[in-house]
């Protein structure tokens, strides 16, 4: 078996199907979400012209599971993306996604390591939300619903533990600031 931190590489032919290089056989969508929900890395070229294929098909796979009715994005996300790539913070948005997945995945290691309690997604979302707002300047970006101030204090009061939560933005916000 090929080592788990090499991408594994899915060539595309001209009759679009997908062959998986290590296994030697065709591949579906279903089964490279497969393979990154297994946490395995995957890379899609088109096997004539060479042209890295990855992102198109994974926005294909996500927008799969969101028509089957499996919505992971709100709305509200969705419209925010869409409004990133026409302002300010298009800039921004790529590194904060990749900090706040970061974040996410810290906190769910820690939590089946037994490790920090991680708090409630509720929270932590309005956090994100925040910071949207503050880095957009008010323009009509973000737009979340639990995100005003009131509602996050009140979340926070109701059972999670706010120092753990000011921690985790103060590294998310140094983060951030390494990034730029």
């Known amino acids: 078996m090929a080592e788990d931190n090499k991408p594994l590489l899915i060539k ?9 290089t290590e296994t030697s056989d065709y591949v579906t969508l279903d089964d490279i ?9 995957v890379q899609i070229v ?4 060479g042209d890295d294929l990855t992102r198109q098909y994974l926005l294909q796979i ?3 599971h969101e028509s089957r009715g499996e919505n992971m994005l709100p ?4 419209n925010d993306l869409v409004r990133s790539y026409t302002n300010q913070a298009q800039s921004m948005m790529p590194q904060f996604l990749q900090a706040s997945f970061d974040m996410f995945r ?11 309690k991680m708090p409630g997604l509720e ?14 300047g008010g323009l009509g970006g973000w737009t979340g619903g639990a995100g005003e101030p009131e509602a996050t ?10 120092d753990d939560i000011k921690k985790q933005l103060a590294e998310l916000q140094s983060k951030l600031n390494k990034m730029s």
Do not use: H, P, W
Not at 33 to 41: K, L, N, P
Not at 106 to 115: L, P, S, W, Y
Not at 123 to 136: G, S
Not at 153 to 162: I, S, V
């Open 33 to 41: 979400a497969g393979f990154i929900r297994d946490g395995r890395e």
């Open 46 to 49: 088109d096997l004539k012209t």
């Open 75 to 78: 709305v509200n996300v969705l």
């Open 12 to 20: 595309r032919y001209a009759s679009r199907r997908l062959y998986n």
């Open 106 to 116: 810290d906190g769910q290691e820690k939590m089946i390591g037994g490790g920090m």
């Open 62 to 64: 996500i927008a799969e």
């Open 153 to 162: 204090k009140e979340k926070a009061e109701e059972g999670e533990d706010l």
């Open 123 to 136: 929270v932590m979302q309005a956090q994100q939300e925040a910071f949207m707002k503050a880095l957009t």
